[in-house]
């Protein structure tokens, strides 16, 4: 069964910084480009950042240059390293993947970021 | 404002055929496969299209796609209490190198 579990959600003060992590099992992690995509409350969905499987990687105009995704093969993980964090940025986040469409996603996890 | 434009309600009867688009532009939806989710208050969304018209295994196909242009649109047959959800279209924007989102519609059936 695939599951993607996201950890490292929490508040941060505006500033601050943040990696989220997470972790996939039941598939063949190495084979597979992964997502990051978040939602605030009430909102819609908006996607933050991808990377490829060749570890290629792509981000939303809003994140780019103070978020950084990364990927672990061999820990079977995803990572969102993120810095300069304003409330625009609260948001559950979730990973999803998906050969096709993204047919797997986490529970997601929730980041407010709030002096 | 979204790069992909969706109705930001559209309702139906039990029974009932509704459709809810999303518009887009060249750079997206008019060279690239659409899909679309549903996504449950609290819950993480579910695929329900795959390239443009195409169902995942397990999905009913009371729901189906369609594409044309710089148009995509989900429709759902035989309306059913149970698909009250907001919806979403998404695509890769050769312009933006990234996956957008529309701003998704809320389905209510009265």
């Known amino acids: 069964e695939v599951q993607l579990v996201e950890s490292g959600g929490g508040l941060v003060q505006p500033g601050g910084s943040l990696r989220l992590s997470c972790a996939a099992s039941?598939?063949?992690?190495?084979?597979?480009?992964m997502h990051w995509v978040r939602q605030a409350t009430g909102k819609g969905l908006e996607w933050v950042s991808g990377?490829?499987?060749?570890?290629?990687?792509y981000y939303a105009g809003s994140v780019k240059g103070r978020f950084t995704i990364s990927r672990e093969n061999a820990k079977n993980s995803l990572y969102l390293q993120m810095h300069s964090l304003t409330a625009g940025d609260t948001a559950v986040y979730y990973c999803?993947?998906?050969?096709?469409?993204?047919?797997?996603w986490g529970q997601g996890t929730l980041i407010t970021v709030s002096s | 404002q979204s790069v992909l434009t969706q109705p930001p309600s559209a309702s139906g009867t039990p029974g009932q055929r509704v459709t809810i688009s999303c518009s887009g532009s060249?750079?997206?939806?008019?060279?690239?496969?659409v899909y679309w989710y549903q996504q449950f208050s609290g819950t993480a969304p579910k695929v329900l299209i795959n390239?443009?018209?195409q169902r995942p295994s397990g999905v009913p196909d009371r729901f189906s796609g369609s594409k044309s242009g710089t148009s995509a649109s989900l429709a759902i047959s035989g309306l059913r209490s149970d698909d009250e959800a907001d919806y979403y279209c998404?695509?890769?924007?050769?312009?933006?190198?990234?996956?957008?989102f529309g701003g998704g519609t809320k389905l209510t059936v009265l």
């Open positions: 998404a695509v890769w924007d050769d312009s933006l190198s990234g996956w957008v």
């Open positions: 060249s750079s997206n939806v008019g060279r690239k496969n």
């Open positions: 390239r443009n018209d």
């Open positions: 039941g598939f063949t992690f190495s084979k597979y480009d």
């Open positions: 990377i490829g499987r060749a570890g290629d990687t």
């Open positions: 999803a993947t998906g050969l096709d469409g993204w047919d797997s």
